[in-house]
């Protein structure tokens, strides 16, 4: 069996695991990308690679300054390991840093994430910025509506408490609209 064959073999294997259909942030088709870029860094025989070598190829093609959020993670990511690791401890490490939006924890940890300037506050620069990264294309008009939902009409910013707050209204929300459509 050639390289390429077994590498499709393992990301098949891989996919098919629970915990893939179940991720609570990444949906199947992030995974199966996060997994083809992580491959091309692991080492063949224990298909574990260096995250620090990820992020040097993020910063040279110039990723780092496009998506910075998704870079703090990773150099953060980078920064906590010693060795190699393998796709599962990458994906669940992400996860942890990236913040889990089904708990409280992982709302606030998203919290500090957006919150690149560790100001305590997310003001219309700081959503503009986010949603440019995840090419929301928001207009200054949507931002500030978000804003006023999160925290109030008369609130310039948005602290940590009523973004967590407000996250977690939504994610129940959403929770309860996909148990909805589950059982029509």
Known sequence: ??????????????????????????????????????ILYAEPRT?????????VTAKTLGLTDKFPIIAHALDDLASSYDDA?????????????????????GRVQLFKLIDVDGKGTLDKGDLQKISEELRFNLNEEDIQE????????????V??????????????????EQEIYRNK
């Open 47 to 55: 298909k574990k690679a260096d995250v620090r070598d990820i992020l």
């Open 159 to 176: 602290s940590e408490e009523k973004f967590e707050k407000y996250l977690g209204k939504r994610v129940q929300r959403r929770q309860v």
């Open 1 to 38: 069996m050639s390289r390429r064959d077994q590498i499709e073999k393992d990301k098949q294997a891989l996919l098919s695991k629970p915990w893939v259909k179940n991720h609570p942030i990444f949906t199947y088709d992030h995974i199966a990308e996060f997994y083809e870029m992580f």
């Open 85 to 105: 690791v393998d796709f599962e401890t990458f994906i669940s490490d992400l996860t942890a840093k990236l913040g889990n939006p089904f708990d409280q924890k």
């Open 146 to 157: 978000i804003i006023h939902n999160v925290a109030g009409y008369e609130a310039e910013d």
